[in-house]
């Protein structure tokens, strides 16, 4: 299944032609680390089957995916995959039942993807939706030692819509957030010029609080990958 070249996808790419072996992501949970050329292929992999899923044949065309994935090489893949050209709503798996429920039922997603380290909250996210959404589990990614480098497609404007994230809620319900890719591109230019090259590029980029932001990926992963390919620790 073809990636769209986006900024991000094509310096991904030429990462993993300059050197196959160069790591994309650094899993600490799994002790594993992973390639660029892996990553790439994986996202691929899970596009094709998201795609197959809904019945569509190459185009999310901006559809919500929403996704239960712990912080990990898991969750970049499968953000990866549904980012190529869909909208990504994040939702985060460590809260109430009922706080899932008003965000997925205010995203509106067209599919979740469930990680088995929350497949125990599935049975009441299918009973409390309010709508037919299908559901579809994430078996978990493991190193792969013989990748192979998935096919590009042209890239599509970039003003689409990227991500969908949500507040906390402290104070009232979660409030959603759109960005399009070319609010993500802009965020990590604008920080690849600030940091210059200040950091080693062996430094790795530590990106895993204990509840994301839309900050947390253009603001810190992006940058590396865009501009130095360097190693995400997640």
Same mark, same amino acid.
């Given at each position: 299944?073809?990636?769209?070249s986006l900024p991000l996808f094509a310096a991904a790419e030429q990462h993993a032609r300059q050197n196959p072996e160069k790591i994309a992501v650094i899993d600490t949970t799994k002790q594993q680390s ?61 809260? &109430?039942?009922?706080? #899932? ?7 509106? =997603?067209? *599919?979740?993807?469930?990680? %088995?380290? $929350? ?14 959404? &299908?559901?579809?589990? #994430? ?7 013989? =990748?192979? *480098?998935?096919?590009?497609? %042209?890239? $599509? ?78």
């Open positions: 299944m073809p990636i769209p992973f390639t660029f050329v892996q990553l790439l292929a994986d996202a691929a992999a899970l596009r094709k089957r998201i795609l197959e899923q809904l019945a569509l044949t190459g185009d999310l065309e901006e559809r919500r995916i929403a996704f239960l994935v712990p912080n990990g090489y898991d969750y970049v893949a499968t953000q990866w995959a549904v980012g190529g050209r869909g909208v990504y709503a994040f939702h985060f798996a460590q809260v &109430p039942v009922k706080e #899932l429920l008003y965000t997925v039922g205010d995203s509106d =997603p067209s *599919l979740i993807i469930v990680h %088995p380290e $929350f497949e125990k909250i599935g049975p009441s996210l299918r009973e409390g939706c309010t709508t037919d959404i &299908p559901f579809i589990g #994430l078996e978990p990614f493991s190193r792969n030692e013989a =990748p192979t *480098l998935p096919s590009f497609s %042209p890239p $599509f404007a970039l003003t689409r819509r990227a991500l969908m994230i949500y507040t906390s809620g402290t104070t009232s319900n979660p409030k959603g957030c759109v960005t399009t890719h070319e609010n993500i591109t802009f965020q990590a230019s604008c920080l690849v010029k600030a940091w210059g090259h200040s950091l080693r590029p062996s430094d790795p980029c530590a990106a895993a609080p204990p509840r994301p932001r839309d900050h947390q990926w253009p603001g810190c992963q992006f940058p590396e990958w865009y501009h130095r390919g360097d190693a995400s620790e997640v």
